[in-house]
């Protein structure tokens, strides 16, 4: 955001601007325009000079101040420069001197990109705004200019932002009207992470200059990323009202509506753009995708069909060849489909997310054997390139751990084996630790336990992944003794990384209780350490120690008081005991200010205002989970009893039975199904 800072000051020191741009119900301060003014207006905002300057002075003063004006007026900035220097040294009292000089010092050095030459420059600029700043520290268009030098100079120095903020906030203060001000106070937010504020500010400027596309823009941005996401939407729609051939904004607004689970209206966006856009390649992709999405798939593919792939960028490519393959997929046709998602690849075949969802697509879509011919081919056909490619070796070892996945599935042990034994050879640590702990997992599974934990112990103990796989599958053997041993180990130890890990391995497997006294000593002898207090407070409220778990998570908020994990876990904890409910959603609330799209954060805000009784805004936060977290079958949970509580059954059977399908699937890991089907039982429903 600094960078945007810089680039904002820029703007606002264009030379030859007017000390105030405002847009005001009142009557602006007067620019700058003559030496009879600079030579006024500094007298009432400053003590006059001891020794004021003799008429011979000030009559030079005055004619290399208009000299400047005139040679700044004509783009000649350094003689310009050179004049108000002048000037400045004649009559060194007046801050309206000084702040011309600092505009055209701006513009005469502009050129200047060698990062040890700007940082002189703008330290000169600081200098002239600290001593005009000293003349008349309560005119606004002082604190103006020094606040727009020191956006130029947040780019170096971290405090010069803070510095910036103080000075705008005093022109703000003084002149709530001004624009130039609203909008770098904005973005002074901005780079804070202060969204909401960024927003209210931008949306006030909005409304003093209502036809302004770029205060829109910025309005928009600010209430996306507080995760004000339907207010950004009628920012967008304002400026396509008054630009409808903006097909930025137009996909951006389709975007946005899609993230909202409001296709039809994301696909009406895009159709109601004008004739004379309608053409354009990204509109006509992300029409075909919404309607894939409005489940219209043959439409989607008539509209997709369209589109030349051979004339797109490599990026739009890829996101058509994409969505043809999910439309060709939806409406059976494996076999082109595949072809599709071979060319993904082929594409972008450095791409590991793109090939772990390729064949995982492969694999739900009853396509195994070729999603298994297809990870066998790609590692056939980059083999050679690993050792000089990095980006390619991740890709490749992504496709070793898939189709090794795949032969265990099926139970093939040996073949899935020998898919990873190039990888216990790598030179590469991190590669080698994945493959041997991949091989030890596989190990286990065909029952060969000893050959699994002799791998790892000859790995390195020390090493903290390994360690963690030792542990867990040690537990999974039930050698209770040697894991619990490893644990109690890490009381004394130095590698706090190395306990965590040890700790965590008897988290995955609910072993808390066994984690609590070692947890208490790391604690002590790493007391600043967040993530071990995190998991100490785990630790103590999954074996029922709700006020040790509540210290604990206090302690992680004074190291941190943005620490979005605790403050949800804290808060959801209270929330489902039902108490401190007050506080329990000002946590939450914190936690979905820092991350607003995270789906269980939303969950927990859902919940804690069940508990507070507010159904309404409950149940609009917990749909939004479901949409946010789709499968989490705590979220179809609180969901259902929410529509209990409204009184409407139908609804909440229907969670009801989602969440005990989803739970039932994993296990039901971390929920109580009884209580669930309990609750379904005893609904009124069919």
């Not at 996101?319 to 060319?343: C, P």
């Not at 990095?390 to 020998?418: G, M, N």
């Not at 190395?498 to 007391?527: I, Y």
């Not at 329990?584 to 995270?598: F, G, S, W």
Request: zero cysteines; charged letters at 30%; proline letters at 4%.
């Amino acid at each position: 955001m600094l960078k945007s800072l810089a680039l904002l000051s820029s703007f606002l020191l264009a030379a030859g601007a007017p000390a105030t741009v405002s847009a005001s119900p009142q009557e602006a301060s007067p620019a700058v325009s003559s030496p009879s003014h600079a030579a006024s207006a500094s007298r009432t905002a400053a003590e006059p000079a001891e020794t004021p300057p003799s008429e011979t002075l000030r009559s030079e003063a005055v004619f290399q101040f208009t000299l400047g004006k005139m040679l700044a007026e004509e783009h000649s900035y350094r003689a310009a420069l050179a004049a108000f220097e002048k000037a400045v040294e004649l009559d060194p009292d007046d801050p309206y001197l000084r702040i011309e000089y600092i505009q055209a010092l701006g513009e005469a050095e502009r050129p200047v990109r060698e990062l040890t030459a700007r940082k002189a420059q703008v330290a000169k600029l600081a200098e002239q705004a600290g001593i005009a700043l000293e003349l008349a520290p309560d005119n606004v268009d002082v604190l103006r200019t020094v606040g727009q030098v020191y956006l130029r100079m947040a780019d170096f120095d971290p405090d010069a932002a803070d510095r910036a903020f103080e000075a705008f906030s005093k022109v703000r203060q003084k002149e709530p009207w001004d624009i130039q001000t609203m909008v770098a106070l904005g973005q002074l937010h901005l780079s804070r992470s202060q969204f909401a504020e960024a927003a209210d500010i931008f949306a006030e400027a909005s409304r003093y200059v209502p036809n302004n596309r770029i205060l829109y823009n910025f309005l928009a941005d600010a209430r996306e990323r507080a995760g004000q996401d339907k207010e950004a939407v009628e920012a967008l729609q304002r400026i396509l009202s008054l630009d409808p051939g903006d097909v930025g904004t137009r996909i951006r607004l389709a975007e946005m509506l899609g993230r909202l689970d409001d296709h039809e209206a994301a696909l009406q966006a895009l159709e109601e753009a004008p004739p004379s856009v309608q053409g354009d390649e990204r509109l006509i992709y992300l029409g075909a995708r919404e309607l894939f999405l409005n489940d219209r798939p043959k439409e989607a593919l008539e509209r997709i069909q369209r589109l030349d792939k051979e004339g797109l960028n490599r990026r739009l490519r890829l996101y058509v060849t994409d969505l043809r393959a999910r439309i060709l997929a939806s409406l059976g046709r494996g076999d082109e489909a595949l072809d599709e998602m071979a060319e993904l690849l082929d594409l972008d075949p450095g791409n590991v997310d793109l090939l772990r969802r390729v064949t995982a697509q492969m694999a739900q879509g009853g396509q195994r054997d070729e999603a298994r011919d297809l990870l066998e081919a790609f590692i056939d056909r980059h083999r050679s390139e690993v050792e000089t490619d990095e980006e390619l070796a991740r890709a490749v070892q992504t496709a070793r751990l898939a189709l090794a996945a795949f032969r265990v599935e099926d139970e093939a042990w040996e073949p899935a084996l020998e898919v990873l034994r190039p990888m216990l050879a790598s030179a590469d640590d991190e590669t080698r630790r994945t493959g041997e702990v991949n091989t030890a997992e596989i190990l286990y599974r065909a029952g060969r336990t000893n050959e699994a934990l002799a791998l790892l112990e000859r790995s390195g103990a020390e090493e903290p992944t390994i360690a963690h796989k030792r542990v867990e599958l040690l537990l999974r053997n039930g050698q209770e003794g040697k894991a619990k041993r490893l644990l109690r180990a890490q009381r004394t130890a130095d590698d706090p990384e190395l306990g965590l890990a040890v700790v965590q391995a008897f988290h995955a497997a609910e072993r808390f209780e066994d984690t609590v006294p070692v947890l208490e000593a790391l604690a002590e002898k790493h007391s600043e350490s967040l993530e071990i207090q995190f998991l100490r407070g785990a630790a103590l409220e999954r074996t029922g120690d709700a006020r040790g778990a509540a210290a604990a998570f206090e302690r992680v908020l004074e190291l941190d008081p943005k620490h979005a994990q605790t403050l949800n876990y804290l808060g959801y904890m209270w929330a489902d005991r039902g108490e401190n409910l007050e506080r329990a959603r000002e946590l939450i609330l914190r936690a979905v200010d820092l991350d607003p799209q995270n789906g269980a954060y939303i969950d927990s805000l859902g919940w804690v205002l069940y508990r507070l009784g507010q159904l309404s805004e409950a149940q609009q936060h917990l749909e939004r989970a479901v949409r946010l977290a789709p499968g989490d079958p705590v979220v179809y949970e609180h969901l259902g009893d929410v529509y209990v509580a409204l009184g409407e059954t139908g609804k909440a059977a229907e969670f009801y039975r989602l969440a005990l399908q989803v739970a039932g699937e994993d296990g039901g890991e971390g929920q109580d199904l009884g209580a669930v089907q309990r609750k379904l039982d005893g609904l009124a429903v069919d």
